[in-house]
């Protein structure tokens, strides 16, 4: 099954449910880590910006913390583009799991790839994204020294707090929002100030 192309940053309660979308879909997905999105004022932040500048589209579990981690980011990102998708009311468990969830219903991670298909085609969310030669690349990255290089996770933490946002960024999770987020000469610049501030 080819993937779909998103435009907007997916939003999911957690790592098995990133796991599973990232076999089907072609785009940024952060996971809120559960309730955690409650107390990480940095994600929140980094929801909040994707929210505003490409839109974001939630996708969490049909149970009851599922709908007040939706809730609680919608209310994060007043100004944002959200679109909401939801997974139907299925009851059975996960593989991995020993035990049902409280209220027995199937979440993201659970469901049929081939469902959650129909549920983002329905949704409208597919584009033709244009792929650009104007676009960053792990190349860029490295050539910046944000990623393989001596010092590269200081750099890449440093870089990501001079441009707001987490600084426990991944050097893939970087060049996601270095995309989404930035121009790619004013990323490059930002970039080169911080290493001129290390070295001097």
Do not use: W
């Amino acid at each position: 099954m080819e993937k779909l192309r998103i435009p907007q940053a997916v939003i999911v309660e957690g790592k098995y449910d990133k796991i599973k979308l990232s076999a089907l879909l072609d785009a940024v997905i952060i996971t809120t880590d559960g309730f955690r999105i409650f107390k990480d004022k940095e994600n929140a932040e980094l929801i909040r910006r994707y929210a505003a500048a490409a839109g974001i589209v939630i996708l969490t579990d049909s149970d009851a913390a599922g709908f007040k981690i939706r809730s609680h980011i919608k209310g994060i990102c007043p100004e944002g583009r959200i679109i909401n998708i939801y997974i139907p009311d299925i009851y059975g468990k996960e593989q991995r799991k020993a035990e049902p969830s409280k209220e027995g219903k199937l979440g993201v991670e659970g469901m049929d790839i081939e469902l959650l298909h129909e549920l983002f085609t329905k949704a409208g969310v597919l584009c033709e994204r244009e792929e650009t030669s104007d676009k960053l690349t792990m190349t860029d990255l490295y050539e910046l020294g944000l990623f393989g290089c001596t010092g590269s996770s200081e750099l890449r933490r440093r870089a990501a707090l001079s441009l707001s946002l987490p600084e426990r960024m991944t050097a893939k999770a970087l060049l996601d929002a270095a995309n989404t987020l930035f121009d790619k000469k004013e990323f490059i610049a930002r970039i080169n100030a911080v290493r001129e501030e290390t070295e001097n």
